[in-house]
Nanobody, 113 residues
Framework: QVQLVESGGALVQPGGSLRLSCRAS????????MNWYRQAPGKERELVAS????????NYEDSVKDRFTISRDNVKNTVYLQMNDLRPEDTGVYYC??????WGQGTQVTVSS
């Protein structure tokens, strides 16, 4: 069955960095775009970044452009989100998503001093 398992969330100080990983299984990973979403407390889930099949094309939500980088390794069936210069407003649960159907369980990112 399809599984998406995120890891890498943590408590980090403002200005710090984290790298999230999402390991996929149960489907042909390279056949799908992949997304990272986040949900802050009391807010709706929002799309943060997307990546195409080969990783050539990426898209970002405006507030994370130039700070976050999405990438993928189609041999390891893993999508990554490198997050730099983290801000308190980046706090939330980050979810890996296969478009239109499957979600991971989420990983908590907290940015606080």
């Amino acid at each position: 069955q399809v599984q998406l398992v995120e890891s890498g969330g943590a408590l980090v100080q403002p200005g710090g960095s984290l790298r999230l990983s999402c390991r996929a299984s149960g489907f042909t990973f390279s056949d799908y775009y992949m997304n990272w979403y986040r949900q802050a407390p009391g807010k709706e889930r929002e799309l943060v970044a997307s990546i195409s099949f080969t990783g050539r094309d990426t898209n970002y939500e405006d507030s994370v452009k130039d700070r976050f980088t999405i990438s993928r390794d189609n041999v390891k069936n893993t999508v990554y989100l490198q997050m730099n210069d983290l801000r308190p407003e980046d706090t939330g649960v980050y979810y890996c998503n296969r478009p239109r159907d499957y979600w991971g369980q989420g990983t908590q990112v907290t940015v606080s001093s």
